[in-house]
């Protein structure tokens, strides 16, 4: 090759490279690697939920649920709930009546625990492949008094009516918030509120799903059998219905 064709060559391709230079730091070029960059994040994405990964603006990922609803309640929720009855209380003993109530901050850390789990762990229970009992329990549905509902029962009654389910997690979670503000403030006789504001939703929710055969009709049927039982002959009248 002579020497002025190896120039022209190397004219050419620093032709070549300035005009990529210069397409580079176009708009349309900047366009173009915001487009890329959208593309590989959409494959990120992609590649995630074929991975089982399905990222949501909520969620990290897919929440899979271990234990069922009966297990969730008896193993975390139950306990830690006594984290807030047991935070006040009136002890009677021979000496007295005396209050029970947080003392120090190991006792208020206490508190807040209960509290904290029940706000978070509240919206576990929004989680709609958890089974609400372990395979093969029917929960107390046999028999004439079964006061019970079938998982399936319930399932029935959520799906007919989501957002009574949601609301009774609701409240649940704001007794949780509720207790979470109380330690804050150092409130302890408000202490008493929220004990019975956890009572009143848990039992509401559980007379809704769980036993909502246990009525005070139920509840005076079982009473006058009780009686019959142990004085047989004797007088069963029923009591006064409530009013």
């Not at 960059?37 to 271990?66: C, D, H, N, R, Y």
């Not at 929710?205 to 005070?216: F, M, Q």
Request: charged residues 25%; negative net charge; glycine residues 6%.
């Amino acid at each position: 090759m002579s020497a002025i064709q190896t120039r022209f060559t190397v004219a050419a391709a620093g032709l070549v490279a300035a005009g990529i230079l210069a397409a580079a730091c176009s708009p349309s070029s900047t366009a173009s690697t915001s487009s890329a960059s959208s593309a590989s994040s959409a494959s990120t994405t992609s590649s995630s939920s074929s991975s089982g990964f399905v990222v949501t603006p909520q969620l990290w990922g897919e929440m899979k649920p271990i234990v069922s609803v009966k297990e969730l309640m008896r193993d975390m929720i139950d306990p830690i709930a006594d984290n807030i009855f047991d935070a006040i209380a009136v002890i009677v003993d021979r000496k007295g009546a005396v209050e029970h109530s947080p003392k120090n901050d190991e006792d208020w850390a206490r508190v807040r625990i209960g509290g904290v789990t029940m706000a978070e762990g509240s919206y576990l229970l929004k989680v709609r492949t958890r089974p609400w009992t372990p395979k093969g329990d029917e929960n107390n549905t046999t028999g004439p008094e079964a006061v019970e509902l079938t998982p399936a029962q319930i399932t029935a009654k959520v799906e007919k009516d989501p957002v009574e389910w949601n609301a009774r997690i609701e409240a649940l979670r704001n007794v949780g918030l509720q207790v979470m503000d109380i330690v804050d403030r150092k409130a302890t006789q408000e202490l008493w509120d929220a004990s019975e504001n956890l009572d009143a939703a848990c039992e509401a929710c559980h007379k809704s799903y769980w036993y909502p055969g246990e009525t005070s009709d139920y509840y005076r049927r079982l009473d006058r059998r009780m009686r019959e039982h142990n004085y047989p002959g004797g007088k069963t009248k029923d009591p006064e219905p409530e009013k």
